[in-house]
Nanobody
Framework: QVQPVESGGGLVQAGGSLKLSCAAS????????MGWFRQAPGKERDFVAS????????DYADSVKGRFTISRDNAKNTVYLQMNSLKPEDTAVYYC????????????????WGQGTQVTVSS
């Protein structure tokens, strides 16, 4: 089974940028839809973005549209989340997840999860 491992989190000022990476170990991510989710303290884990196995289809939460971009490089077995124009409300632990078949918005649709990477945006 695929095992996502996130990296690239950190502390950034509002208006800045970060690029998260999700490297999958265990097996190739070809054939897997990938998603990014985030969880702020005291809140539920929310959908951020998803990408189909081919990379052709992407979806975003309304709160990040126009600021975040999800992409993938199947040859490198890696998925990325480019985050621009960051806001303090983007502060959360960001998780990468994988599922077979079509992408989805629900956390329950993804059986494979990474441990998360912290993103903190200061005002």
């Amino acid at each position: 089974q695929v095992q996502p491992v996130e990296s690239g989190g950190g502390l950034v000022q509002a208006g800045g940028s970060l690029k998260l990476s999700c490297a999958a170990s265990g097996r190739t991510i070809r054939g897997y839809a990938m998603g990014w989710f985030r969880q702020a303290p005291g809140k539920e884990r929310d959908f951020v973005a998803s990408i189909s196995w081919s990379g052709i289809s992407t979806d975003y939460a309304d709160s990040v549209k126009g600021r975040f971009t999800i992409s993938r490089d199947n040859a490198k077995n890696t998925v990325y989340l480019q985050m621009n124009s960051l806001k303090p409300e983007d502060t959360a632990v960001y998780y990468c997840a994988a599922k077979l078949g079509a992408p989805g918005f629900a956390t329950g649709a993804y059986p494979y999860w990474g441990q998360g990477t912290q993103v903190t945006v200061s005002s």
